[in-house]
């Protein structure tokens, strides 16, 4: 019998992790095993997108041959994420006339629905992208919400209300180009943020309301979550680097001890504590104003009842949780990795998206390559995200 394999790459501007996991079914219920990891430097990466194809495609092949020979086998194909200053989330609405004689939803007016709830997305916001994932919000029928999928279900008119989570086609391209230089298959990629929610949240934190942020080096992801679904993803340029950046300045030490003080490291450096605690809370502050101005924009702030979550390389410095509590008048709390067994090489939630992607492998309906049919991949609706369907 064939095993269950899924790999997730993680290709950030800081590192590149890799997770090989096994799915498992134990009396019933189902699990990933982690078999493998790996990780490596990222190099000739600049806010998630690609400077130097060369350098990307070692420092996957790199992180790819640790978690091979970790897990003893040979990786042939893989899941992988997509970040950075290009991905983003763009809310449209569009509506069509049911057409069958008896006035029932089918299947085939839902798709259409959504085609042209795609179209209405002004060309301003969607030059140069591609979309990655769409995602119903809310269906109407006949001017009255519904809950759940309306097929089957009669009306005269359909209105759906989508998010869509677009990319910049180039990077998307280039992305897939380094992991395939490296040798191996792109099954299927997800947005970096989507991946980190399917293990770091609860099933009861996004129904009831909550935000998801990922500190990376060099951007801040959040995606917004309610009655269980992801309604907005927002990338911020910004990232844990400005604070190791904003040490050294302040401190006047090198980038290296400043990234070791960052961190609660040791140092023979000596500097006033309160100053460090100063430079470092005035860029957190920086971070958590910009979530809380997305929040009011959605409507959304100060309504979370899950607060906020917060991920990432970032997430490790001392002052956080407290300082995004009183930004953003939410609970807060570090994430951690939510899995019925002991996740093997994985120390914290710096390794979500990689291990998500293993998740959404699992999950995942992909029945080709990407790059054997990249038009299809663009245009498709992700049939895992079915189940985000109010």
């Known amino acids: 019998m064939a095993r269950n394999i899924a790999v997730g790459i993680d290709i950030g501007t800081y590192q590149v992790k890799t997770v090989i996991a096994e799915g498992v079914r134990d009396n019933g219920i189902f699990a990933a095993h ?7 430097e990222s190099r ?16 996957i092949a790199s992180s790819i041959a640790q978690a091979s020979k970790t897990a003893d086998m040979r990786v042939r194909s893989a899941y992988i994420s997509i970040g950075g200053l290009g991905l983003g989330g763009i809310i449209s609405q569009g509506s069509t006339i049911i057409t069958r004689a008896d006035s029932e939803i089918s299947a085939l007016d839902v798709e259409k629905a959504i085609e042209i709830c795609e179209s209405e997305i002004p060309q301003n916001l969607s030059v140069n992208k591609k979309i990655i994932h769409n995602i119903p919000l809310q269906y109407k029928i006949d001017g009255k919400a519904v809950l759940g999928q309306p097929v089957g279900m009669k009306g005269m008119k359909l209105e759906v209300r989508c998010l869509f989570i677009t990319c910049i086609e180039r990077h998307l391209s280039d992305i897939i180009d380094a992991v395939e230089q490296a040798g191996i298959e792109v099954l299927d990629v997800m947005a970096s943020p989507l991946a980190a929610g399917l293990v770091t949240l609860s099933k009861t934190q996004k129904i009831a309301g909550c935000v998801l942020a990922n500190i990376g080096a060099e951007t801040v992801s ?16 910004i990232g844990s680097t400005d604070i190791t950046n904003d040490i050294a300045l302040g401190l006047k030490i090198s980038l290296e001890e400043a990234e070791s003080i960052k961190l609660g490291g040791q140092t023979t450096v000596q500097f006033p504590r309160r100053k460090l605690e100063e430079i470092v809370e005035a860029r957190l502050s920086d971070m958590f104003e910009l979530i809380e101005a997305h929040l009011k924009k959605i409507g959304r702030n100060g309504l979370l009842p899950a607060g906020i979550v917060i991920t990432g390389g970032g997430s490790g ?5 407290e300082l995004a509590k009183e930004t953003l ?8 990795l939510y899995s019925p ?36 991949f663009i ?6 995200f079915k189940q985000f369907l109010p």
């Open 44 to 59: 000739g990466m600049r806010h998630g997108c690609i400077i130097n194809q060369s350098d990307i495609v070692q420092s």
């Open 317 to 321: 410095i001392g002052s956080l949780t």
């Open 329 to 336: 008048k939410l609970p807060s709390r570090l994430g951690t």
């Open 341 to 376: 067994q002991e996740l093997k090489g994985i120390k914290d939630s710096t390794w979500s998206v990689a291990y998500g992607l293993c998740i959404f492998g699992f999950s995942s309906d992909s029945d080709r390559p990407i790059s054997q049919n990249f038009s299809r």
């Open 222 to 237: 959040i995606v917004v979550y309610e009655n269980n679904i992801p309604i907005s993803l927002e990338v911020f340029p």
């Open 379 to 384: 245009k498709k609706s992700l049939g895992w």
């Open 34 to 40: 982690i078999l493998g990891t790996g990780i490596a």
